[in-house]
């Protein structure tokens, strides 16, 4: 067992996969955009498998593949499959924005995903397409509709709340939710800065969650395991054994988080 300072027991590990994205949000893209790594910077596939066998054998039970935008990184489903071969793995899940679902979903499901979470932050095709700064709807549609028809379950939507923007469309999501047999999740935009007026309280959220029962650590695309997303604190995994990565990260581990300003959140894969 992994287990902290504070005795929160830690079986959760979300890998980002990938910095490159097919689409721009602007609540997630800083407006400068962001310096992509070269590839030979990005963890190879046999590197997050070694990493995830080593995090599973320590008391990892739970793994999510981020990115960026996952599906965009080549040969995905060859990495699900080796993931799902770890026996200790019982949870292997996925946070796509779902423009390429469609495509993979039941390769997804037949190598070893369990399920997805699907990024949208609206059921208005104009809007999402300007807050994702060109984003077409209908994809994201008929990878909801893949993904079920694969057992990729339970499908959840993940919707970051805007002020003005979107809040205004919440009883839609929760209609549409029933409609489809998908579950909505509530999300508040938030700052990586919590000493600013960083979250969007206005609005009930069901993420992320309160720092008291977090069970996560965070591993990003370029190799670098961060044991909390609001703090600058990172372990280059590729420094370490990576069972002494892991001890160290669940021992610097801090109660409570404050502020990450080292990386925007798409370098982190949230």
Known sequence: MLVDR?????????????????????????????????????????????FIKTASNMGINKVRLTGGEPLIRKDICKLISMIASIPAI???????????????????????????NISLDSLKP???????????ISDVLAGIKAAKKAGLSPVKINCVILRGVNDDEKDDFLEFGRENGVEIQFIQKMSLDKSK?????????????????CNRLRLTADGFLKPCLLSDDEINIRNYNYAEAIKEAVARKPKQGNRCLKRPMILIGG
């Open 197 to 213: 007026p960083a979250l969007d309280e206005s609005h009930v959220s069901t993420r992320p969650p309160d720092c008291r029962i």
């Open 126 to 136: 104009e809007r999402y397409k300007k807050i994702t700064c060109g984003g077409n």
């Open 6 to 50: 504070f005795k929160r027991n830690l079986t959760y590990l979300r890998v980002s996969i990938t910095d490159r994205c097919n689409l721009r949000c602007y609540y997630c893209m800083p407006k400068r955009g962001i310096s992509q790594k070269d590839r030979t910077e990005i963890l190879s596939y046999e590197e997050i498998y070694q």
């Open 90 to 116: 019982k949870d292997l899940a996925l946070t796509t924005n779902g423009i390429l679902l469609a495509k993979y979903a039941a390769k997804l499901k037949k190598t070893g995903l369990n399920r997805v």
